[in-house]
Structure formats: structure tokens, C-alpha cells
């Protein structure tokens, strides 16, 4: 089904109403998260953008007033994106498992340059960071959902301030690319996984990154955690590969 269109006054073209169900608007913003990945927004120009997705420049401008459209475009479709993931694979209460979607999300490559998009556009108009805003406020609310209904009402305000400081920890990692904090690291896993089991108390130091390690975009954390147990909150049995900690269950 062909987007609506409605008047431009550029070249007296018709203006295409951007949406992801329309092929060359989908290829800009897949461009555009692409790109995100390894560059600030401000490096990123308009030809650049449509050179890589196969289009026009002017095929760009009927679908974005400017570059600063396009890329709220790209924000508030990637964090509701975002949003879906996290509901539909953060669905038990297992804290490893939990603490695995989280990893990975903030680890892809692609998210990651758009949590710093938002962020450092945010600062010249909040608009621009309200759907990462939105994106924290729901999974907080949904880890709390799942793992505060056994908990005393007089502890959640505690708990939550704990969820909050291990999303500082994923944001501070996707925000600084030279961070120390790597977040495929076995140690800074457990760091998160404390935070959401309320040990924040006994948490150990965050370890430096190594700087030989490599992130993947397409691959989950190392972990000393098995994948197939993470799939299973049942499960009773988590492989051990280095690491004395196991991850605990609630």
C-alpha cells in the first residue's frame, strides 16, 4: 500500500509521509542506525545517508524536512522497536536471563549509537531524548513488575534505585565507546545481575576493560551463563567457564 503523500515545495515534488512499511524510508533509517554505529550524529551528512540506502538526495528531502527530522525519526523508531524486544524476551524471572536482554541490547552496536544520538541531541532539545527516557522508564517498571511482587512495599523504592544504577551502568557504557566498563566482561555481568537482585551492597567494583576485547553487533555478551539454561528459568544447572560466581536465582 502506497504512504500518503501530501505537497512539497521542494521542486514541486509531492512530500511521501516517512514510515517504516515504505521500502526507501526503511532503507534510510536502516542507513541511518548503520551509520550511528561508528559515527556522531554531526559526522553524518544527509548524501551520506542517502548515498548508502540507494537513494536521491532529493528522494531523502520528500520524506525528512532536514537531517535533524530524519534523525527523530530514527530515535523514536528505534527505542519503540526497543521497547518490543525488551517485553516480548524479558518475560521471566530469572535474573540472568533478565540481565541478559538488557547486555545485549546496550551492547549492539547499532543501539548503542543511537542511545548516544539521543543523548547528545537531547541536550539542544529534549525531544530528541524523550523515547530513550521512555525506553529506561519502562524497564524499570516492568523489572519491577517482575521482581518486586514477594518484595515489602518498604524496600521497592530501595530495589528500583537499584535497578536504576545498573541501566546508568549499560547507558554509561553505550554513551563512552573508550569506557572502562565492557560489558562483555563476566565480572560486569554479575556487577548487573547484584544490582537487580538487590545485593547492590555486596557488589564488587566494576573491573577495567580489557582493550583487546572486541564487541560483536549481532552476538550476545560472553557469559559465563549457558545459553540454553538462560532460555529455561526452570533450569538448575549453569555451566561454569572460568568464573568461581554463578549466578544466583530468585
Known sequence: MTPPEKESNRRGRKRVVASLAETKTLALYREGR???????YDQIS??????????SVGAFYVRFKDKDTFLAFVIAN?????RAIFREQANARYLPNLADVLIAQFSNLKFAGVVRAAIKLGFLDKQHREPFDEFLTLVSQHLAELLLA?????????????????LAILTHAALFI?????LQEIETQQVIIDLLSAKSASAKPLPPKKRSSARSENKLPKSARDSESLRKPNADKVKNRGSTRRPKKI
Do not use: T
Open 78 to 82: 528505534s527505542f519503540a522497536q526497543s
Open 178 to 182: 573508550d569506557s572502562d566498563i565492557d
Open 46 to 55: 544527509v548524501s551520506q545517508v542517502s548515498k548508502a540506502a540507494g537513494i
Open 150 to 166: 514477594d518484595v515489602k512495599k518498604a524496600e521497592h523504592r530501595q530495589r528500583v534505585a537499584a535497578f536504576d544504577s545498573a
Open 34 to 40: 548503520r551509520l550511528l554505529a561508528s559515527h556522531d
